[in-house]
Each structure stands twice: as structure tokens, then as C-alpha cells.
């Protein structure tokens, strides 16, 4: 069956340092894959998306590219800022909308 | 626009008893989901509805949770009765029809079954 398979945390990092967070995926078809994002004490929000092979998804600085070769959808950030410490979801869903799979999440705390 | 509205936020239950979430989607908002996010976790799908009819629910124990949509707009998630595991965060989310899937979540609701 499809399954999201991302990198565990917690993972520390000063500021201005770069990010990866590491996410591969398993899945029939050709799925929409996303990256949400909570902030401590919100609720889940979408980060940023990618619907086909090889489209890259950006916001706020963050960038993933769909690379269907390596099943992998990497969540990068030149340089994180503190208001970036949140919990990040990788998530996969199958064509035509229906059931999003999610990640175990990763936590990522920035020091100033 | 007005988000995901969802209630209770918080809820302490005994084992065996029984307890119901509200949600709320936003407006004009076809498809409706609920989640369960364990301590740890990332959310697990329980079931979808496109209006009030279910699209998916092979994740749901259907022994002791159900799950309505009446009118296609407000919906219900019961358990009955619940059990230890069921301790989480229950969140709702609703996302338009069409190419666009992006889900929208409310705050949750944070059960602990005791």
C-alpha cells in the first residue's frame, strides 16, 4: 500500500543554518504530494505542494521538488529563522483527492 | 473567510464511555475529513465525505466509532465505547471539489480516555 517515510527528529539547528528534511515515498499511480506544517499550539497548514514528476513546491522561503526517479519530495530552507520551529508532515495523496496518507512528522527547533 | 470550526477543544472520558465531536467545514466546502493524530504521530485518516455521502472509510473501527454528514455540511464523529487507545487529537479538515485539494484543518479536538 502507499506510505510516507520521513526522516525522525527532533532536529536542532542555529539559525540562518540550511535545512533538509528527508521524505520518500511509496505509491501506485501518480499522487499529489504536499508538506503541512504545524506551529506549536496551531492547526495543520498546507506549506507547499507538488501534483506532478519533477514540479517544484515553494512558500515562505521552503522549497520541494517531486522527484519521481527516487520517489523523494526533500523539504529545504536556505536559512531558518526561530518562528520556523514547528512540526513538518510529508504527506502523499492518491489521484483524483481521495486519502492522504501522512508522515510520522519531524520537529524542528531553531536556536537563536 | 472563517476556518475549520470544531468542539470540544479538550474532553476526559472514562474507559467505556461515550463521547461525539462537531465539526464545521468551511463554507461551500463539498469534501470533509477526520483524523486521528496519535502523541507522535502524523494524522491517519478515519473517513472522508464528498457532501454526505462517504468516500472513504477503511480506516475507521466501525465497532465503536460512526460518522455522519447530514446535509453535506456540519458533521458528527462518535466512538462508542472508547477504549485507552483511542487517547489523541481528532482533527476535522474540508477542501473543495475540483483540481485544487488542499485541505484546510481546524484546531482539533484533544481527547484522553482514561
Known amino acids: 500500500g502507499n506510505s510516507v517515510t520521513q526522516m525522525e527528529g527532533p532536529v536542532t539547528l542555529s539559525e540562518e543554518a540550511f535545512l533538509t528534511i528527508n521524505c520518500t515515498y511509496t505509491?501506485?499511480?501518480?499522487?499529489?504530494l504536499f508538506w503541512y506544517v504545524q506551529y506549536p499550539g496551531e492547526g495543520l497548514q498546507l506549506l507547499l505542494k507538488a501534483t506532478k514528476a519533477d514540479d517544484k513546491g515553494s512558500n515562505k522561503g521552503f522549497e520541494a521538488t517531486y522527484r519521481k526517479e527516487t520517489t523523494s519530495f526533500h523539504l529545504e530552507k536556505g536559512s531558518v529563522q526561530v518562528s520556523d520551529s514547528a512540526v513538518y508532515f510529508c504527506a502523499l495523496e492518491n489521484t483524483g483527492g481521495f486519502k492522504t496518507i501522512f508522515g510520522a512528522g519531524t520537529r524542528l527547533f531553531v536556536k537563536a | 473567510e472563517a476556518g475549520v470550526a470544531q468542539s470540544p477543544r479538550y474532553k476526559i472520558i472514562e474507559k467505556r464511555q461515550s463521547v461525539a465531536f462537531w465539526c464545521n467545514p468551511i463554507?461551500?466546502?463539498?469534501?470533509l475529513y477526520w483524523y486521528q493524530q496519535i502523541l507522535g504521530q502524523g494524522p491517519k485518516l478515519l473517513i472522508q465525505f464528498q457532501n454526505n455521502g462517504v468516500v472513504d472509510d477503511s480506516q475507521l473501527p466501525k465497532d465503536r466509532f460512526s460518522a455522519e454528514r447530514l446535509k453535506g455540511v456540519d458533521s458528527t464523529l462518535k466512538i462508542q465505547p472508547a477504549k485507552l487507545e483511542d487517547s489523541a487529537v481528532y482533527l476535522c479538515?474540508?477542501?473543495?471539489?475540483?483540481?485544487?485539494?488542499?485541505?484546510?484543518f481546524g484546531p482539533g479536538t484533544r481527547l484522553t480516555v482514561t
Open positions: 479538515a474540508s477542501s473543495s471539489s475540483g483540481t485544487d485539494y488542499e485541505q484546510y
Open positions: 463554507s461551500g466546502h463539498a469534501t
Open positions: 505509491a501506485t499511480g501518480y499522487p499529489s
